[in-house]
């Protein structure tokens, strides 16, 4: 499995990003996908979820500020933020893992079998 992000740069506050993670994985509904970001020196924590059925998932950490998406056919799993702070600067990661019928019940987002590398992501004025 490989998981490939792009997307991050530098944008003022207020404005919008869509992410996007190339994936590789051999049966696409069995897979739980997310986007996980870390902050320069803190700890992981989860952003969104997808599941096999396409099922977008939210944490605290941007509800109502981002959408999750993916395209099976295109293997691409998006993300696109809006309003944009700068406590959103860090870097972004997708994660996937295998699990029944693609479900994220039970699925640590720090504990996902697979990652990408990461794409920064920076707001500043």
């Known amino acids: 499995v490989q998981l490939v992000e792009s997307g991050g740069e530098m944008v003022q506050p207020g404005g919008s990003l869509r992410l996007s993670c190339v994936y590789s994985?051999?049966?696409?509904?069995?897979?739980?996908m997310g986007w996980i970001r870390q902050p320069h020196g803190k700890d992981r924590e989860d952003v969104a979820r997808?599941?096999?059925?396409?099922?977008?998932f939210y944490e605290d950490s941007m509800f109502g500020r981002v959408t999750i998406s993916r395209d099976n056919a295109k293997k691409i799993m998006y993300l696109q933020m809006n309003n944009l702070k700068p406590e959103d600067t860090g870097m972004y990661y997708c994660?996937?893992?295998?699990?029944?019928?693609?479900?994220?019940?039970?699925?640590?987002?720090?504990?996902?079998?697979?990652w990408g590398t990461g794409t920064q992501v920076t707001i500043s004025s």
């Open positions: 994660a996937a893992e295998k699990s029944p019928g693609g479900t994220c019940n039970g699925v640590r987002y720090d504990n996902m079998d697979f």
């Open positions: 994985v051999p049966t696409l509904s069995d897979y739980c």
């Open positions: 997808v599941d096999g059925r396409g099922r977008g």
